[in-house]
């Protein structure tokens, strides 16, 4: 990955044939599940669980330029909120810490908590984060089985695991319910994201009067919207307080770059942790606060860290301490947000949903606008996105995004307009079949209140979210309900189909438009099932409109390591290291290295590493600003090393930006059967060695 490679290799494995891979159908059984029971009471539940996977996972969103997870650094998580307005109505926001949501997820999750919950599909979205550390090969389509991470095809231990994970945290959160209260609202906070894409932007017959030219024109062309439901539940004296808040803000989750060796939740990971333990400490809760921020319209949105230019020649190297900056002042609009729609709670709620799946292929017009029947990949989807290029491949002009000779200019009035075919009509269809490529969308609404919230499998642009917003908004004015205040796009959800980009946008064929596959009208279609999918709700107040069948056939693979007998025993190995930033994105870390059971039982799922400090004669867990030091704040890093000849593996813990001047120690928890481990004591005093470019932090022993 980090070497030279030509344009013809690099294209040739983007779409190799590998038509050796076995196959499996997967049939999900579609619930009839019987509707909650109506007991007069609103009532919420929250939870958060863990679904980060074992070393290996192949990761998403940037392709073949993707490691594979060594370890993880900000745990990936799925957090769940639950409400019931006691009037016999229940619904249910996941959002993952995933590259995108996945169908056939989704349907097996609706298939597990059906039964338990009353839930029907319709009332479950999935939506995710986008992260492009985060393991992809889960989806029910081979075309992102294939290309979306640097592995091929559908590791099914992976899908089964967060299926699993993700259906027990819906049965935790309903359970757990207590009389609720919620709060709906909306903050536009700028400086935050910015547009990548601001010459197709401005192609928009509605865009600002901004000068592309100018620096300050990208931080203007912006969706700056955070979106928030609050809710608050009765502790068991009856009083009131914060449980939980779902969010979304329209940022892409890529402050992280693709060198990048260990899961992680990116930028999210700080504006979520913030606000669970800022609320927390504020109000003393007897539970766990959880905070769900996903992603709106973000398909142009992207994380405002410097603009270092657009390279085409490489990638620039990870930058934790700007991914956690701006999370951080994320998270702080946030809890800010979440503070103003105290005065805001009511226990008067109602929530609803409505969905329609459709294949689009089969069912590709609607009021008159047709969309292309099969799905082609453009030109500037291989180049990469502004600041993401892919290296040397993006300095061919027909494959650079924006670049004249990327885009058709004549016979350009077809579905697919001015897309140039990557490799031409016919031969993309013989490498790429088009029954490859996701096929059915689950339109879906969920009303929460005066919000109505549309999880979409797309990456949408800031301005297509807006028209869709907007039409939906109007099926409900035209209905007689005035009450919808607020309405916003959850992308990336219960699915993936890549871009959605207006016509005007999809014009330039920056790589937005290049990776919107079904062609240009792509946003008008989606605006008007959506818009549709309103006006029926909205006479009928109860739509499930869903496929007959789930059944699905993908082609598998493996990247879960190999299951291997443990014949050795856990073990410490060597001292702690102080390791001093050389480089001015780096931060500085202590590591400890020690022995533990293979990959394949390391379950980096549960607790793992945490460090302890000593005071008044006694360990404790080490706080820094109310942040926990464990592997599930955002200062621990735990990586897999190498696998070791009884079966045994060699691992590493890291505590990035550590404090001077107190004794500590890390605890491994037990793992395969064997007790935990403790390490050497040390104090960090500051000051470093004299070996040069080592730069080794000096450790001092206890006493």
Known sequence: MRTALTVTLLLTAVFSLCGCAPSVDITVTQPSPQSPLATGTPSAGAACVDITPPPGMPMGGYSLLANRGRGFRTRLKARLLYLNDGKGRSIVLVQTDLTAGSLLLHHKVAEAVAQETGLSPGDIAITASHSHSAPANFFENDFYNKHMSSGQWLELRFLEFAARRIAAGILQAHRSSRPARIATGRRDIYGYNRNRSIQAYLLNENAPDLNAKDPEAVFKAVNPALYMVRVDVADDGGSYKPLAAFSSFSVHATAITPPVQVYNADLFAYAQKDLEWTIQRRYQTPWPIVHALTAGTQGDMAPAVPDRGDSIFGHLPVNWKEAKELGRGIGREAIGLFEQLRDKLTDRITVNSAVRELNIRRNNVVDSIELCR?????????????????????????????????????????????????????????????????????????????????????????????????????????????????????????????????????????????????????????????????????????????QPQWKYTAKVNTFYPKA????????????????????????????????????????????????????????????????PINDDGYDVEVRYLRDLDDGMAEYEVRWYNPLPGRTCRFVIEPRGGQPALTGPEFILNGSVDARGEEMILTLAPRG
């Not at 549309?454 to 004015?477: D, H, I, L, N, Y």
Request: glycine fraction near 10%.
């Open 374 to 546: 099969d799905a082609v990949i453009g030109n500037s989807l291989v180049g990469g996105a502004y600041e993401r290029r892919a290296p040397w491949v993006a300095a061919v002009p027909w494959l650079h995004g924006g670049n004249p000779m990327a885009r058709r200019w004549f016979f350009k009035n077809g579905c697919q307009g001015s897309k140039r075919h990557l490799f031409f009509p016919l031969l993309q269809g013989l490498i790429e079949p088009k029954d490859s490529f996701p096929n059915t969308v689950m339109f879906q609404l969920i009303i929460i209140n005066d919000t109505v919230i549309m999880p979409m499998p797309f990456e949408v642009t800031a301005e297509s979210g807006r028209r869709m917003a907007e039409q939906v908004k109007s099926r409900f004015e035209q209905a007689g309900d005035e009450t919808v205040r607020h309405v916003w796009v959850a992308g990336n959800a219960n699915g993936y189909f890549g871009y959605t980009t207006t016509p005007e946008e999809y014009s330039r064929q920056n790589y937005e438009g290049g990776h919107t596959l079904y062609g240009r009208h792509s946003t008008p279609y989606l605006t008007a099932q959506l818009a549709l999918l309103a006006r029926d709700f909205k006479a009928s107040a109860r739509l499930q409109e869903l």
């Open 564 to 627: 291997r007998t443990a014949l050795g025993r856990r073990l410490v190995l060597g001292q702690p290291r102080g390791v001093k930033a050389r480089k001015e994105n780096e931060e500085d870390y202590i590591a400890l290295r020690w022995r533990d059971v293979g990959p394949d039982r390391i379950e980096f799922h549960e607790p793992l590493c945490r460090v302890e400090v000593h005071v008044d004669g006694r360990w404790t867990q080490m706080f820094n600003n109310g942040e």
